[in-house]
């Protein structure tokens, strides 16, 4: 005799698991789809910008430049006495250079402040200054020199009688005096901007906003 085999069944509870197992696998996908990754990071960049360190580096700019020369002429005369006798005249060519100076070493962190898409910035850097005539010692020279009878014979005695010392200096008051009635910090303020703006045109920021302000290395 043969006996004839039932065909198994899944048990009822099994079936329903899986279905709702299924289900929400399905809508969590949907959902998904829809809202993008739930658990997603986002990304908020603190980084400091890189320029004020650039910036750092650069310590002293030399903007601009102006070239001087100038033409001391003193006479010293003794009372009562001819030239010929007692007395100095003395001619002096002076040629000097002076740098229009921006101090960028102690920017503070507030100095320079991006948008927030990084597009633009404003940038408070201090205003140019002058700095003391340099001489071209090679171009700087005495082309006159007339002394009386007893300038000379004290000069004997005399470690050095010619100096040029006071030469340079008043040398130095005429030309710093003719570097300020031009215009070399205008022009050395407007060579920064253009920098900033062709260094910062690198990094992908389209508007720079240069401000010049007397305390802006105290800014934090």
Known sequence: MFQQR????????????????????????????????????????HSAPPILLDLRDLAEYHAAQGRFEVTIDQEHDVQYLPAAIAGERVQFVAVASVDAVVDFSHLGDGAVVFSDDRTSVTIEVPTAT????QFDRSLSHVMNRDRGILNRIGG?????????????????????????????????QANVRAMLETMLGGLGVTTVDVRFVANAASVA
């Open 6 to 45: 039932t065909p198994r069944r899944r048990s009822l509870p099994t079936l329903v698991v899986g279905l709702v197992v299924g289900a929400l696998i399905a809508i969590a996908v949907g959902v998904g789809l829809q809202m993008g990754n739930p658990f997603a990071t986002t990304t908020i960049d």
């Open 130 to 133: 002058l700095g003391e005539p």
């Open 156 to 188: 004997i005695f005399s470690d050095n009688p010619t100096s040029e010392a006071p030469l340079y200096e008043a040398a130095s008051q005429k030309i710093a005096d003719a570097a300020v009635a031009t215009d070399l910090l205008v022009t050395a």
